[in-house]
């Protein structure tokens, strides 16, 4: 009698393991969503369909400013980080293989394996001092530390892209008599715009949801969005935290969805 041919696509109990995470997962999403639109000042009890919580959230001043403050952290960091990460992307690529060059991509990328915690108390005692001998205490601090953390996160699309992208066109156009900063407006730049956008992407939506370093690193009157919510967590829950978490939701996704159709597209 013939053994039972054995097939990889057919795991039995493997499809309810991957419905219980998924619902593990999402089940406290959508109810946060749902939640959102709850007439009720319950977190707990449905009072009717209502976008009443965030009409409250968008006419918070509290709410208003921390959100604008984010989004110039978010956009300030992102950009400095992207220019940081194509800048060392370009110099880890575009060179011939030497001793060290792998010590240098793991420094690079060494921020996305120590804890952020460990990250935001170095920063803290960093700034602090320079706190004292400056006496500034503005937004350039979370701004810096933003861009910081930030930059392997940009340079990991980066430097994939370069790393996927055909050398000849480069090679040809130095054969020309093109100057090496010609070979990279005319020539490099155009083809590695789809990384460089992907980069930028992620570096603003994990500056964006960042709660840690900017807990640590902010000064008084500094609150962004996300150390606004954990704030207001630690006093009073109302459904208009559920309304500001759906809204964050909302660009994420959008932020990501268009991360993937990019980088669809330069695959």
């Known amino acids: 009698m013939a053994k039972p041919r054995f097939d990889i696509r057919v795991q039995p109990g493997f499809g309810t393991v991957a419905l219980f995470t998924f619902a593990m997962l999402y089940l406290p999403i959508a109810t946060l969503v749902v939640y959102a639109f709850n007439a009720s000042d319950s977190l707990s009890s449905w009072g009717g369909f209502s976008l009443h919580w965030f009409y409250e959230a968008a006419e918070n ?28 992307a370009l110099a880890t690529t575009r060179t011939p293989p030497y001793p060290g060059l792998s010590f ?3 420094f690079i990328n060494l921020p996305l394996m120590v804890p952020e915690i460990v990250t935001a108390v170095a920063l803290l005692i960093v700034f602090a001092k320079v706190k004292v001998w400056t006496g500034y205490s503005g937004l350039g601090y979370l701004i810096l530390a933003h861009t ?11 430097r994939a892209r370069l790393e996927g992208m055909d050398q000849s066109l480069e090679r040809a156009a130095a054969d020309l008599y ?18 460089i956008i992907a980069g930028f992407m992620l570096a603003f939506v994990i ?17 962004t969005l996300p150390t606004y919510m954990l704030g207001q967590l630690r006093r009073a829950v109302t459904p208009e935290i559920n309304a500001i ?15 993937f159709f990019i980088n669809r597209k330069k695959a």
Do not use: H, N
């Open 61 to 88: 001043q509290a709410v208003q400013d921390a959100a604008w403050r984010s989004l110039i952290i978010a956009v300030s960091a992102a950009t400095m980080a992207t220019i940081a990460a194509t800048m060392a």
């Open 104 to 106: 240098k991509y793991a």
């Open 148 to 158: 910081a953390f930030c930059i392997p996160f940009a340079y990991l699309p980066i």
């Open 178 to 195: 093109a100057p090496p900063w010609q070979v990279f407006r005319r020539v490099t730049l155009p083809l590695l715009r789809p990384g």
């Open 207 to 223: 500056s964006l949801d960042d709660v840690v370093i900017s807990e640590f690193v902010k000064s008084g009157g500094q609150d």
């Open 245 to 259: 978490a759906a809204a964050f939701l909302v660009l994420s996704v959008a932020l990501v969805t268009v991360f």
